[in-house]
């Protein structure tokens, strides 16, 4: 399994990917593509990764700046991530999102967000944390996980792209 940055040639498979993982998720919004187009054309899409398994895209993570109302700089929104139905559950998602993480580190980002089920992201550090609400959901399905010990914290907005896609 190879994972790298998206190429352009990637976009219309990251698209395909991302529909066909989403299509029978519980939570989808069925805009989740469209969010990540969106975030490409704003120039917001701080990293793109894909996982590729021979020749063929089969997953994919995004990350994107989020504000914080204490405006702490530094800080990103992990997500959508997707990966091809056929390869789920193969450990291939905790890749990608190690994947993302070790690029923030690298960075010297502040820290990340993500808007996902507690278990599967409470093995990458995230935690629910009461310094830090998405606003209209339920707080232990917000989770943080600070790069920089003690680095801000409140109100989390994301880009507008996950406005506007919807």
């Known amino acids: 399994m190879l994972i790298r940055p998206e190429q352009p040639h990637d976009i219309a498979a990251i698209d395909r990917v991302i529909t066909r993982a989403f299509a029978t998720a519980p939570h989808a919004s069925g805009t ?21 398994s021979h020749g063929e895209v089969v997953g994919h993570v995004a990350l994107s700046p989020v504000a914080l109302s204490d405006g702490t700089p530094g800080w990103y929104g992990l997500g959508p991530l997707a990966v091809a139905p056929g390869h789920q559950g193969k450990g291939l998602g905790g890749q990608l999102v190690a994947h993302a993480l070790d ?13 996902g089920e507690p278990e599967y992201y409470g093995r990458f550090g995230f935690r629910a944390d009461p310094d830090f609400v998405l606003p209209g959901v339920p707080p232990e399905y917000f989770q943080a996980v600070r790069l920089t010990p003690g680095a801000g914290g409140g109100t989390v907005a994301y880009h507008q792209a996950f406005e506007v896609a919807a």
Request: glycine fraction near 6%.
């Open 32 to 52: 989740e593509a469209r969010i990540v187009d969106a975030l490409r054309e704003a120039g917001a899409l701080t990293l793109s990764l894909v996982a590729e």
């Open 103 to 115: 690029a923030l580190r690298q960075r010297h980002a502040a820290g990340c967000v993500v808007l």
